[in-house]
């Protein structure tokens, strides 16, 4: 069965509109997925078509605030990323759910999962970048017209300074997370410091490893069976076989 996306928008917080975009049965376990930079929710499409093919899964792909369609405005911090995570679900209420973040989003989604919120299932971290000091990222240029762009320029400067000087508490955070947790790697083509990538699966109580060699740092992109595959074997292990 083929599902087409449906666009959404929920208001979190009072004022924060979040667009997001849902595939996939109303009655399937809710996958809510976090993208990178730059990024909205339709990075998401093939890999949630994908998913819901394989299984009875609802794929909820979230832009998040100043992205896309969501809500711009500053100033942008990764902790007021996270509490918007934790502000979407309480919305949906989706009862059980698994996280799924790639890059910054993967970030977010790490620190939304150390605080336990009710009803997580799982963790998924798609070559995330590690929360930890000394990470060094390529900074996008800042363009003649940053205007025309499908993000908050004002954003990229506030968040790139956390991700390469990120609050301590946050690296310390994820030996808190109690759901089990699949961290995928790009491996040495990827720019995200594998080791340090390595590092935090270790400090995660119950995570998996999983590098995929040469792909890089876009692996949902580059390498979408794998990815899939990879994907709902974990939907799999912490729910169950899929109907």
């Keep these: 069965m083929t599902f087409e996306a449906v666009d959404r928008v929920v208001r979190i917080g009072g004022s ?25 929710a339709e990075t998401w499409d093939a890999v949630a078509a994908g ?27 990764l902790d007021e ?13 989706p009862g059980r759910f698994v996280l799924l973040g790639h890059s910054m989003g993967g970030t977010v989604a790490s ?4 605080q ?14 590690p929360p930890r000091e000394g990470v060094h990222l390529p900074k996008p240029v800042r363009p003649a017209h940053p205007e025309s762009l499908p993000y908050d320029w004002q954003l990229v400067p506030e968040i790139f300074a956390q ?17 089990p947790a699949l961290v995928i790697a790009g491996g040495s083509t990827s720019h995200v410091p594998q080791d340090t990538l390595a590092d935090a699966a270790a400090l995660i109580p119950q995570a998996r490893l999983v590098t995929f060699e040469g792909v890089g740092h876009s692996i949902h992109r580059d390498a979408p069976a794998r990815f899939r595959d990879e994907l709902t074997g974990f939907l799999q292990a912490v729910t169950g076989p899929a109907a």
């Design 16 to 40: 924060t509109l979040l667009h997001y975009r849902e595939t996939g049965p109303a009655s399937g376990l809710p996958v809510v997925a976090l993208h990178g930079h730059p990024g909205s």
């Design 81 to 93: 990323f996270a509490a918007d995570v934790l502000g979407f679900v309480a919305a949906l209420d």
């Design 111 to 114: 620190l939304a999962a150390a």
């Design 163 to 179: 991700l390469e000087a990120p609050d301590p508490a946050w690296w310390a955070s994820l030996a808190r997370i109690s759901v």
């Design 116 to 129: 336990a919120p009710t009803g997580l299932l799982g963790l998924v971290l798609e070559d995330a970048v």
């Design 51 to 77: 998913v819901c093919d394989a299984g009875d899964y609802r794929f909820i792909a979230v832009t998040q605030r100043g992205y896309g369609r969501s809500s711009r405005g500053g100033p942008y911090a």
